[in-house]
T-cell receptor, first 114, second 111 residues
Framework: DPKIIQKPKYLVAVTGSEKILICEQY?????MYWYRQSAKKPLEFMFS???????DNQTASSRFQPQSSKKNHLDLQITALKPDDSATYFC?????????????FGPGTRLLVL | QQQVRQSSQSLTVWEGETAILNCSYE??????FPWYQQFPGEGPALLIA???VSDKKEDGRFTIFFNKREKNLSLHIKDSQPGDSATYFC??????????WGSGTKLIIKP
């Protein structure tokens, strides 16, 4: 059974629209993350959460808003979508937020903005 | 400013050779260095990691060589196989601070 579920697997959106990317982890971890990967930036850290609280935000744009309704959920809401937002978005989790905690990645959501 | 740098965007070696992937870092406080492996269509996964108190870490065909004085490390993949073709990310951290990621090296193993 997959331990980290990301939905949907593929997503096509029009410029200016809003989408929510879903992430659930069943590893019992306390920390969750969002990363973005594109041809321009190989692996870009976006957010980290610990016990449902924001720990770090490296995303300059407020169009990206993480939402944690439960300890094992961390969704990513993206508003006013732009073609530049086209990328694969990875959710990850780790036991804690320490730098030496192994991060486990989900399969990703591939977003294409037209 | 890149704190963790992987000098090669891509590397091609023949099957059976040793692939060497290089990584350097800026912050001398970094004390934990994992390498993550990512196959196309998947998320990265931890491959092997080393702490700064060691100069070598081996796991099967994968070995990390670490040089604290020079602030660099390398991942050696011995007897490389086509199935090792993937993107390899070097990362670094210290204390409770989050991982800092390199830009990745795409490794291609030619049969």
């Amino acid at each position: 059974d997959p331990k980290i579920i990301q939905k949907p697997k593929y997503l096509v959106a029009v410029t200016g629209s809003e989408k929510i990317l879903i992430c659930e982890q069943y590893l019992g971890h306390n920390a969750m993350y969002w990363y973005r990967q594109s041809a321009k930036k190989p692996l870009e850290f976006m957010f980290s959460y610990s016990y449902q609280k924001l720990m770090d935000n490296q995303t300059a744009s407020s169009r990206f808003q993480p939402q944690s309704s439960k300890k094992n959920h961390l969704d990513l809401q993206i508003t006013a979508l732009k073609p530049d937002d086209s990328a694969t978005y990875f959710c990850a989790s780790s036991p804690g937020t320490g730098g030496s905690d192994t991060q486990y990645f989900g399969p990703g959501t591939r977003l294409l903005v037209l | 400013q890149q704190q963790v740098r992987q000098s090669s965007q891509s590397l091609t070696v023949w099957e059976g050779e040793t692939a060497i992937l290089n990584c350097s870092y800026e912050n001398s406080a970094f004390d934990y260095f994992p390498w993550y492996q990512q196959f196309p269509g998947e998320g990265p996964a931890l491959l092997i990691a080393i702490r700064s108190v060691s100069d070598k870490k081996e796991d099967g065909r994968f070995t990390i060589f670490f040089n604290k004085r020079e602030k660099n490390l390398s991942l050696h993949i011995k007897d490389s196989q086509p199935g090792d073709s993937a993107t390899y990310f070097c990362a670094a951290s210290w204390g409770n601070y989050q991982l800092i990621w390199g830009s990745g090296t795409k490794l291609i193993i030619k049969p």
